[in-house]
T-cell receptor, first 112, second 108 residues
Framework: NAGVTQTPKFRILKIGQSMTLQCTQD?????MYWYRQDPGMGLKLIYY???????DKGEVPNGYNVSRSTTEDFPLRLELAAPSQTSVYFC???????????FGQGTRLTVV | EDQVTQSPEALRLQEGESSSLNCSYT??????LFWYRQDPGKGPEFLFT?????EEKEKERLKATLTKKESFLHITAPKPEDSATYLC?????????WGAGTKLIIKP
């Protein structure tokens, strides 16, 4: 059981480039989340989804986009990368509102 | 506004020295209080869920408790391998409201 899988693990982008962070879960969870975590800080919610075809903004959505075409996949798109988007990105999923979330191992992104 | 606050920000203990981490919360319609452990360079790892005041859960040297306003993570006779950042989060409908974490360092 792989759980939540994120790719890539590391990436360096130049300012203005775009990329997609991939997230896949094999637990048939309805809820999926994208967070960013800056050094020494807590998790900030970027976007979330409560099921295929449904997405909503979190606390810090500017500069990002998401889609949820299947239950398993929840990719995060960065358009026109900026240095402020340098961070560690975590994808998470959970089955219901009351249960715990499972996290991927993270993607460390540096924008130079 | 929903909010979760953890204290202290960092805690240094000697091996075997017991202590507690605090998580104060204001989350409307709380749907579980969650504790996670995060090691450097890794994603948070689930530890406990507490659903109602008075509830307690234990796992090895860790025990989590919940009141109507706070949760505590008690660590008894910690070992160096317990060093990590401990995060708490309040469940609110579809989302989790996260605290900033407590960085715990256990010195041998």
């Amino acid at each position: 059981n792989a759980g939540v899988t994120q790719t890539p693990k590391f990436r360096i982008l130049k300012i203005g480039q775009s990329m997609t962070l991939q997230c896949t879960q094999d637990m048939n969870h309805n809820y999926m989340y994208w967070y960013r975590q800056d050094p020494g800080m807590g998790l900030k919610l970027i976007y979330y989804s409560v099921g295929a075809g449904i997405t909503d903004k979190g606390e810090v959505p500017n500069g990002y986009n998401v889609s949820r075409s299947t239950t398993e996949d929840f990719p995060l798109r960065l358009e026109l990368a900026a240095p402020s988007q340098t961070s560690v990105y975590f994808c998470a999923s959970k089955g219901t509102a009351n249960t715990e979330a499972f996290f991927g191992q993270g993607t460390r992104l540096t924008v130079v | 506004e929903d909010q979760v606050t953890q204290s202290p920000e960092a805690l240094r203990l000697q091996e075997g020295e017991s202590s507690s981490l605090n998580c104060s919360y204001t989350v409307s319609g709380l749907r579980g209080l969650f504790w996670y452990r995060q090691d450097p360079g890794k994603g948070p790892e689930f530890l406990f869920t507490l659903y109602s005041a008075g509830e307690e859960k234990e796992k090895e040297r860790l025990k989590a408790t919940l009141t109507k306003k706070e949760s505590f993570l008690h660590i008894t006779a910690p070992k160096p391998e317990d060093s990590a950042t401990y995060l708490c989060a309040g469940g609110s409908n579809y989302q989790l409201i996260w605290g900033a974490g407590t960085k715990l360092i256990i010195k041998p």
